[in-house]
């Protein structure tokens, strides 16, 4: 079905052809018919499947409208869970709305409230906004919601795992007048199924796809290795590969700095995006890791859901996830509107655990690819004459002598040019 077919007005249609948009994804064809009558809808669809313009198109429309046009208050809320997520959204309703007079606003935390309280008194039709600084803003006053006819709670899931559940609360309870609300969520957790019972009123319940289902394009592999070995076998999958653009996740933000800093010894141009990181620092990293400046992203799950990279051919789980559905979302950065991709998990013998999860989750076993030649498998995965080899002819792996070679000399070359000078690497190609 295509956006010529369903109606929508001229300025607006102006706009979805200017973004490239021709034929409806499934999300779209179910879910902007519903918005339309004005009930309350429950949505699941895989991430990149165009959930964004399935929300905001029959809002825009509404809004459009004379009974809701006027002055510029909050008419409609979009709640989101990240800040990278809250910007990628309010990019996207911007570009929908170019040809009109509607404004729209993003508010997160990470910068200063000043600009953003700027912003929002020179008025706002739709508001994207993460809900901790959200209800910072309500608590001064400066927004209002008096006026909202449209809540959309995105990515519902995942504001429920990071805590927000107090937050949404609030910021509802803010609300006086009646509005329609759009709950949209990677999966319906019992957790999911709670908020909707609490907040929606006999909402149209709509599933585009199996739950926890992963996109059909994307690849799957598991390499087995040991823990310490983890860096030394991204590098080199990165490098001899000569893979150019990599989102890997780390499950923390100390081991996503370390696994920064080692690839960045191996010649790896590498950025960092995760909490510790300043608003600006993390869409610096985002804008050079979309350009081609950098060849890797290393981040933590505060990125899975926000990241928007068109035709990401690579992911890797350098930790695996802690709750199996998270890889659903991590790995969803690849493959997206239906284009192919890869998406690797490096695992050890303490992972097995979690990889059991993901496979009863996701409904299959993922291939195992084993690099005995280079003594990246784990000892577990070794024969006994292996494990012997392995302890007693530690220089098996190829790569591993020329790699501690190729950082006693950056270090020695750092000493003398007090690091100004930038190390040659064999992955620098």
């Known amino acids: 079905m295509s956006f010529d077919s369903i109606g ?46 399935a929300f905001a198109l029959p809002i825009i429309e509404q809004l459009l409208k004379g009974k809701m046009s006027g002055e510029h208050v909050v008419k409609a809320l979009i709640l989101t869970p990240t800040r990278e997520l809250a910007v990628q959204i309010a990019e996207n309703i911007r ?30 039709d739709i508001l994207v906004a993460t809900p901790g600084r959200l209800r910072d803003h309500l608590t001064v006053h400066s927004v209002s919601l008096s006026q909202m006819k449209f809540l959309v709670l995105d990515e519902a899931d995942r504001m429920l795992d990071m805590g927000f559940l107090t937050d949404i609360e609030n910021i509802i309870a803010s609300a006086k007048n009646k509005y329609q609300t759009l709950l949209f969520s990677a999966t319906f957790s019992n957790k999911v199924r709670s908020l909707a019972n609490e907040f929606l009123t006999s909402p149209r319940v709509i599933e585009t796809a199996k739950q926890n ?5 994307v690849r799957h592999y598991v390499y087995p290795v040991e823990e310490h070995r983890k860096s030394e076998l991204l590098a080199e999958l990165i490098g001899v590969n000569n893979w150019q653009q990599v989102l890997v996740f780390a499950g923390t933000k100390e081991s996503a700095n370390d696994i920064a800093k080692e690839l960045k010894l191996d010649g790896i141009k590498t950025a960092i995006c995760h909490g510790d990181k300043s608003q600006g620092n993390r869409n610096r990293a985002l804008e050079e890791f979309s350009s081609g400046k950098v060849r890797v992203l290393v981040a933590t799950d505060v990125a899975a859901r926000g990241l928007d990279i068109p035709d990401l051919p690579y992911v890797v789980n350098y930790h695996l996830p802690f709750l199996a559905e998270d890889y659903v979302h991590r790995i969803g950065r690849t493959g997206r509107a239906g284009k192919s991709g890869t998406a690797i998990s490096l695992v050890s013998p303490k992972d097995n655990r ?24 784990p000892l577990d995965y070794a024969s006994k004459a292996e494990k012997k080899a392995a302890k007693e002819a530690p220089k098996m792996n190829r790569y591993k002598a020329t790699q501690v070679k190729n950082r006693a000399v950056a270090k020695k070359n750092k000493a003398k040019t007090k690091g100004k000078a930038p190390r040659k690497s064999r992955y620098s190609s």
């Open 95 to 124: 570009e929908y709305t170019q040809f009109t007079e509607l404004k729209t606003a993003v508010v997160y935390g990470g910068t200063s409230t000043a600009s953003q309280e700027k912003q929002l008194k020179a008025g706002v």
């Open 213 to 217: 289902a992963t996109a059909s394009k």
């Open 354 to 377: 979690f990889l059991a999860n993901i496979e009863e989750v996701v409904g299959y076993q993922i291939e195992q690819v084993k690099l005995k030649a280079y003594a990246f498998d």
């Open 8 to 53: 929508l007005p001229q300025d607006l249609l102006k706009a979805v052809k200017e973004c490239g948009y021709k034929t409806m994804t499934p999300i779209q064809q179910q879910a902007i018919p519903a918005v339309r009558t004005g009930q309350d809808v429950l949505a699941s669809a895989q991430t990149g499947t165009g959930k964004t313009a």
